[in-house]
């Protein structure tokens, strides 16, 4: 279990802290929807949780068959809805791994990305996209 408290600080803004480590974050509302954009939105910390989520779990996957994921660069793309209630409604995840694709078994990285808890955790309806760079060989 892990304890997140946080407060509502007017102006859209709040901050969480994360209890066992102590670290802080800010939110605040997106622009298109009556914030000031200062912050990462509670939506964009959704895509983000996404993101890491996989490229720590793939990082795992390799980690397994003693194999070093540093340097995996990734970006999480995220569409709202047009209509109500605002949601997410599509997250393209792109990732960019530092090594050729023969350096795995085929699919180790891909598979690993889908089955993040994260991944697993959102609603179906999400549509969500998976990319996948390698270097050359």
Not at 55 to 82: D, N, P, Q, Y
Not at 108 to 121: K, Y
Request: hydrophobic share 40%; net charge neutral.
């Amino acid at each position: 279990m892990v304890k997140i408290t946080g407060e509502y600080q007017g102006e859209l803004h709040c901050s969480a802290t994360h209890g066992p480590s102590g670290n802080t974050l800010a939110t605040d509302a997106p622009v298109d929807n009556q914030g000031r954009g200062e912050a990462f939105s509670p939506t964009d910390l959704a895509a983000t949780a996404l993101g890491t989520c996989m490229a720590t779990i793939m990082a795992m996957a390799a980690r397994k068959r003693a194999v070093e994921l540093a340097g995996l660069r990734f970006e999480v793309v995220k569409e709202m809805s047009t209509d109500l209630p605002r949601r997410i409604v599509k997250l393209t995840s792109t990732f960019w791994v530092p090594f050729p694709a023969d350096r795995l078994p085929a699919g180790t990285l891909e598979r690993a990305a889908e089955t993040c808890p994260v991944h697993q955790s959102l609603h179906p309806a999400i549509e969500k996209v998976i990319v996948f760079h390698y270097a050359a060989a």
